[in-house]
C-alpha cells in the first residue's frame, strides 16, 4: 500500500465550527506532514511530526490544531476559522525526517471552505 | 535561506513534442536534493524525479530527465513525447541534505502549468 488517504475530501464550515481533517498512511511512514494550498499557488509547510512528535510548526495560527494518535495517522483540528482560511489542506508522509528519506507521498487533499 | 525559481508561469506544448520547463535556485548549501513534483488537475501531488546535487549525471525516468547545472544553479526538466497525461502544475522543490533537528522541509517554487494540447 503506496498511498496517503485524506478525508473528508471536501468540507464546508462556518468560522464557529469546529471540525477534523484526518490522514492516515499505512507504509511505516514516521514523518508526517501538513500542507496548506491556496489555488495556483505551492503548498506552504505547517506542521511536520516525527516519530509521532511534533517537530515542526511553521508559526500556524492556533485555530489549527494538529494531532498525531499514532503512527499511521494524523489529524488536523479546526476551531474559529476566517474565510481566508479557505484552501486545500494537503498530507504528506515520508519514511522519516532525515533528509536521506526526501520523498514525500502526497495524498489528495481536503478542499476546505469556510463561509 | 534557500529560495526556488520558476520564470514559466505557463507552458503549451503539442502532444508528441518535447517541452522543458525551467527552474533556478539559490542556496549556500553544497549538498542537497532537487525534485519535480508534478499535480494533475485531480490534485494529487507526485514525485517525478529527483537529483542529489552530488552526482553529476542528470537524473532521467522514461519521458522525463534533468539539465542538472551546479555552478549556475538551474535544474530544468525536459518531458519527451509529450502526452495528454502530463497536463499539469509542476513544481520544482529543493531540499537541504544536511539534517536540521527540526527535520526536513520541501522549498517550492511558484510552478508551472503545463498543458498538453491534442
Known amino acids: 500500500d503506496t498511498e496517503v488517504t485524506q478525508t473528508p475530501k471536501h468540507l464546508v464550515m462556518g468560522m464557529t465550527n469546529k471540525k477534523s481533517l484526518k490522514c492516515e498512511q499505512h507504509?511505516?511512514?514516521?514523518?508526517m506532514y501538513w500542507y496548506k494550498q491556496k489555488a495556483k499557488k505551492p503548498p506552504e509547510l505547517m506542521f511536520v511530526y516525527s516519530y509521532e512528535k511534533l517537530s515542526i510548526n511553521e508559526s500556524v495560527p492556533s485555530r489549527f490544531s494538529p494531532e498525531c494518535p499514532n503512527s499511521s495517522l494524523l489529524n488536523l483540528h479546526l476551531h474559529a476559522l476566517q474565510p481566508e482560511d479557505s484552501a486545500l489542506y494537503l498530507c504528506?508522509?515520508?519514511?522519516?525526517?532525515?533528509?536521506?528519506?526526501?520523498?514525500?507521498?502526497f495524498g489528495p487533499g481536503t478542499r476546505l471552505t469556510v463561509l | 535561506a534557500q529560495t526556488v525559481t520558476q520564470s514559466q508561469p505557463e507552458m503549451s506544448v503539442q502532444e508528441a513534442e518535447t517541452v522543458t520547463l525551467s527552474c533556478t535556485y539559490d542556496?549556500?548549501?553544497?549538498?542537497?536534493?532537487l525534485f519535480w513534483y508534478k499535480q494533475p488537475p485531480s490534485r494529487q501531488m507526485i514525485l517525478v524525479i529527483r537529483?542529489?546535487?552530488?552526482?553529476?549525471q542528470n537524473a532521467t525516468e522514461n519521458r522525463f530527465s534533468v539539465n542538472f547545472q551546479k555552478a549556475a544553479k538551474s535544474f530544468s526538466l525536459k518531458i519527451s513525447d509529450s502526452q495528454l497525461g502530463d497536463t499539469a502544475m509542476y513544481f520544482c522543490a529543493f531540499m537541504k541534505q544536511r539534517q536540521e533537528t527540526s527535520g526536513s522541509r520541501l522549498t517550492f517554487g511558484e510552478g508551472t502549468q503545463l498543458t498538453v494540447n491534442p
Open positions: 507504509m511505516g511512514h514516521r514523518a
Open positions: 542556496t549556500s548549501e553544497n549538498n542537497y536534493y
Open positions: 537529483q542529489e546535487a552530488y552526482k553529476q
Open positions: 504528506a508522509s515520508s519514511q522519516g525526517p532525515s533528509p536521506l528519506f526526501n520523498e514525500q507521498f
